[in-house]
């Protein structure tokens, strides 16, 4: 999606590694661009971080059913790197997208993209062992592999960094 359309409404805002950006719970007002960096969503389960997707340059993120519907979000957003973003409120990215037809076109199917990214992963998950899925990791995301610290990884893969260790050693 050629995000540049968006650009006379951007603030730039730099963030260090592992600050949180969104809260579980709390509204979206806010969607990011990422400029320089990397970016990690995550859920809470009993306390413990579970790593839903990872973002890098040229991505944005933010909880877009938060963002789009003013309830609250089902993830929180952090940095995992420090990084160099570029902001649009709610209120303006809404304008833009209404009054553009063809940049809500082009918007609906980078949704659909990334639902179809989603699904990928949730039917991953129900039909192949830990030791498939990392494969499939490297070979679709190589990356993620080079940047995201592996405790992360673990959480996305859902196992523990241990069982991580032992995949990775068997390769």
Not at 76 to 99: A, D, G, N, R, Y
Request: aromatic share 14%; charged share 20%.
């Amino acid at each position: 999606m050629p995000w540049n359309i968006f650009s006379p409404f951007f603030k730039q805002v730099e963030a260090p590694a592992r600050t949180i950006l969104l809260q579980e719970g709390k509204i979206s007002k806010t969607m990011y661009f990422i400029e320089k960096g990397c970016l990690r969503t995550w859920v809470n389960n009993d306390g413990k971080e579970i790593t839903t997707q990872f973002f890098f340059e040229g991505d944005s993120v933010s909880s877009i059913e938060s963002f789009r519907t003013n309830q609250p979000s089902l993830y929180s957003i952090e940095t995992i790197e420090p990084c160099v973003l570029q902001t649009i409120t709610q209120k303006e990215f809404q304008m833009i997208v209404e009054q553009s037809p063809d940049i809500k076109k082009q918007f609906e199917e980078h949704l659909f993209k990334r639902l179809f990214q989603a699904q990928q992963l949730f039917f991953s998950y129900l039909k192949n062992s830990p030791q498939q899925r990392y494969e499939e990791l490297l070979a679709q995301y190589p990356h993620i592999v080079q940047r995201v610290p592996q405790h992360y990884i673990a959480s996305y893969l859902g196992i523990t960094s241990v069982s991580l260790s032992r995949i990775r050693n068997r390769r």
